[in-house]
């Protein structure tokens, strides 16, 4: 296949064309600049430009261009390019896909477990009401624009959980406290963090793409859930390290604003049913599994 990807250098990007090209697939990125080779395709997304003759040799788009939700704190500025990136960017593609007229076979377009806001302990299937709050907002405008592709192409619609890697992404910032033994749980601990393990997040995207009966929206969680206290000390132990001093709610609501309650603070215990249902085997079914992985040294 050749596989158009969008914020292909990302953390998730960059592990799906290892993947993809792994498997003898071809990715081929959308770039903000001229393009160099024949695997790069130039657009502007912010001004809709993307020529839409490009999409007549891709097989498959994925779509994962957006600012990263993890810088915080959300200042006004910083919220409208959250906003801006995703739905500029779905629109672009979206838009492309209606001019085309030999169609991409499938659009996997991103979204996130934001979507459910906080949930507390209720077990989140895909069915379940879109929640409050500014990411659970943002999560069903990005939906809704790239349902639009619909009538010209099958859509599949990931709702990301947090994506555990060794150096980037929800992590990044926790290990290096957790490896010198200052780590600890934001808040009570008791709030439910969905999560997913980096190569098992690619996996499932790429999964999806060639599993021609699944259509709409997906969790990509991982089946095996686990509190935010659970997750530190999983690490923790797989690091030898203790995880005893908890980070204050009121001191990272002070830090951080609504950030800390809706991506620290939230509960999202969401279920991975529907995607095993279609066949998919994970590589890191347990929080166990999952944590050797990121704190091993080797693959």
């Given at each position: 296949m050749r596989v158009l990807i969008s914020g292909a250098s990302g953390l998730i990007g960059t592990e799906l064309q290892k993947q993809l090209k792994a498997l003898g697939d071809t990715p081929v990125v959308l770039v903000r600049r001229p393009a160099r080779n024949e695997n790069e395709v130039s657009w502007n997304p912010a001004t809709h430009e993307l020529d839409a003759k490009v999409l007549e040799n891709i097989d498959a788009i994925i779509n994962l261009a957006g600012a990263t939700t993890g810088k915080l704190p959300w200042i006004k500025k910083y919220k409208q390019e959250l906003i801006a990136s995703r739905l500029d960017s779905t629109k672009t593609l979206v838009d492309a896909i209606a001019k085309t007229k030999n169609k991409p076979k499938v659009l996997v377009s991103g979204s996130a477990s934001g979507f459910y806001g906080d949930q507390g302990d209720t077990m989140l299937t895909e069915s379940a009401p879109n929640g409050s709050g500014f990411l659970a907002?943002?999560?069903?405008?990005?939906?809704?624009?790239?349902?639009?592709?619909?009538?010209?192409?099958?859509?599949?619609?990931?709702?990301?959980?947090?994506?555990?890697?060794?150096?980037?992404?929800?992590?990044?910032?926790?290990?290096?406290?957790?490896?010198?033994?200052?780590?600890?749980?934001?808040?009570?601990?008791?709030?439910?963090?969905?999560?997913i393990s980096l190569p098992d997040e690619a996996r499932a995207i790429i999964h999806l793409i060639n599993t021609k009966s699944a259509e709409g929206v997906y969790n990509l969680t991982a089946p095996e859930p686990a509190t935010c206290k659970q997750i530190i000390q999983a690490l923790g132990n797989e690091l030898k390290r203790p995880t005893l001093i908890p980070v204050p709610a009121f001191a990272l609501k002070l830090a951080f604003w609504e950030g800390a309650q809706e991506l620290l603070l939230c509960s999202q215990k969401m279920s991975a049913e529907k995607l095993l249902a279609t066949g998919f085997i994970f590589q890191h079914p347990t929080l166990k599994s999952a944590c050797e992985w990121v704190c091993s040294k080797t693959e």
């Open positions: 907002e943002l999560s069903n405008k990005w939906e809704q624009e790239a349902l639009k592709a619909s009538k010209d192409t099958r859509v599949v619609l990931v709702r990301t959980s947090m994506v555990m890697s060794r150096k980037l992404g929800a992590l990044g910032r926790l290990l290096p406290l957790l490896r010198l033994g200052v780590g600890g749980s934001p808040g009570n601990g008791r709030q439910w963090w969905a999560w």
